[in-house]
């Protein structure tokens, strides 16, 4: 019989070593391999960022030129998949179409399953440069309109934007997604890249590890939180009201969407550059109102609950840019999926360098030695 | 910073508690719900096995009749799924159709995202029942044969192999099959049981959650090496070369496929119902030979290694059964999907029952408060 104590949650258990992302909740601390994430929100791109977290130090100007173009050359989808998407149930959610079609890349890779440490990179740069044209083809069949194929000569950001929207996005539009791409991207053990390690640990693939990651993302506790503070900005009319409606909330003890986390006890440091992004482009859209909600939401909550460490995470701001965006609420999660495949590839690579199955104990608390009780005396 | 110890693997961590197998691999037991591996095999049908474990008892007659018209009514595919699967790559893998068709079936679902148990348990059925569809599909697809429809008359196993051999098959292979679905059923807490825990974990949605089980499953170090036991098979050409095969690989340190297992110290108590049938079936399709090789090899194995608890694991003999059925080897992994996909929805039951966020711990071994070199010193 096991002594082991039993770990719901596997909360405080250390399950994996990264060289990633280190997180101090306390401080409200995030760096990616050593840089502060706002440091790479000021001076970084997300191509650069992914490069960052693959290899563990910043490129030089032509590695990064030859990373640009490798993911530029994967922005065509491999023949076929176009007409895979399009073949989709309309009502489809996106974060099921997103699963379903990673998937499904997987048999148009003439070699899936290659795990050494150099095609894994290579099927996870695959994966990057093929899904945001997935969910810009899906989104533009679903509404009746004509796909927009790739442009090679933009970024992933821009090029996203592009194919969804039809025409490019001004520079602010490009920098504040680039920006949620940027803070999005990797986040320590979160559900889905623990998913993706756990799953890649019986030397299974990329495309698996990926796919199970994507159906953890879509979990209302985890990615699946962006779209209700998008919901409760709608059910709120104008700043006047946002007193009345926080603080009722708070008095029935409802949730406050896209305030605390797990991790933070502190300001989520990807809010901090968010917000001042969010800011601008909700005034450049003729959506200042709704930035002045958040922002009154914000500081409502700070006057009433900060002091028991619930402040605003991530998901708060990036709701107000995806919507000046364009983008419809159930593009959201996908959002954080498209920036946080770079996370969940580096953690892949990680624990293919160095791997271990993951094969924890389940403590049995049901009968024992019961008889097969024949039918009839049921 | 933490003071908890990496448990690399989660070794020795207990991540859930079950009332479905209890396992001693000491001893070589294993019960679902407390009735032995072992009576369930003498008296009990997959149906009846999957009911137990979704139920954790046993059904009166009119229930089990009852599970089996509503499993029997899910045999055929919702409308899209045949062109969507007869539009795939022949060259596919069979995990990764599987894996895939599986994510599209949530597109078919008007509710794919319900997470109460009733409705988890519903969508459990649907996986199950569409399951063996998807894979005969494929299969006579990818062999350019006519589709065979299922047979809503038969018993989940004889429809199976119904659809996949376009012939019903002898009671033999059926009740051989039928052992094979059970003895797989569940396991505890194996790495795509826990990868379906995790990933349900989100309050995600029992799609996500057995399309990632499926990623896992098809890794080399879980339920790819049904895989292996075969190819063995194949490289020996006769009984009197079965001496030389093992205590060859034997003295060369290489692994003989099928023997040990991380769990069991003893021989694995699924071996040993297999085997009998192994016997018998190999016996009736002519194909002694292959069972006399298997047998032979086990007899080795224990004169020269079982007093390192190295023992037949169940990919021993489910090997010779699933080659004797008629199936192609890139078939036997999924076979092993098909029937834990009863321990997976069991699993993602007990977990929506009584959920926690799997959110561990990674142990950060990277730089801190690197400074962003500009391009230009780099």
Known sequence: MTTATFAKGLEGIVASETEMSYIDGEQGVLEY??????????????????????????PSKS???????????????????????????????????????????????????????????????????????????????????????????LTFSENFLYMLNGEKPTPAMAKAFDLCMITHADHGLNNSTFAARVIISTLSDVYSAITGA?????????GGANEGVMKMLNEIDSVADVENYVTQKLAKKDRIMGFGHRVYKAKDPRATDLQKLAKQLAEDTGKADLYAKSHKIEEIMEREVASKGIYP??????????????????????????????????????????????????????????????????
């Open 313 to 378: 995470n991530v998901d708060f701001y990036s709701a107000t840019t995806y919507h000046c965006i364009g983008l419809e609420l159930d593009l959201f999660t996908p959002m954080f999926a498209l920036s946080r495949i770079a996370g969940w590839s580096g953690h892949i690579i990680e624990q293919l360098s160095d791997n271990r199955l993951f094969r924890p104990k389940a403590q049995y608390v049901g009968p024992h030695d019961a008889p097969y009780t024949p039918m009839s005396e049921r």
């Open 33 to 58: 391999v050593g840089i502060s994430i706002g440091d790479l929100a000021k001076h970084s791109t997300f191509e650069e960022t992914v490069f960052l977290l693959w290899n563990k130090r910043l």
């Open 63 to 153: 590695e990064l030129a030859h990373f640009e173009e490798e993911l530029q050359k994967r922005y065509e989808l491999p023949s076929g998949m176009e007409q895979r998407i399009c073949s989709l149930p309309k009502t489809a959610e996106p974060m099921h179409v997103i699963r379903t079609m990673v998937s499904a890349l997987a048999m148009h890779d003439p070699s899936p399953n290659d795990n050494d440490v150099e095609s894994a990179r290579a099927k996870a740069l695959n994966i990057l440069g093929y899904a945001p044209t997935i969910v810009a083809y899906f989104d533009r069949y679903r509404r009746g309109l004509e796909l927009v194929h790739p442009d090679k000569s």
């Open 214 to 222: 994507v159906g953890s993302l879509r979990g209302p506790l985890h």
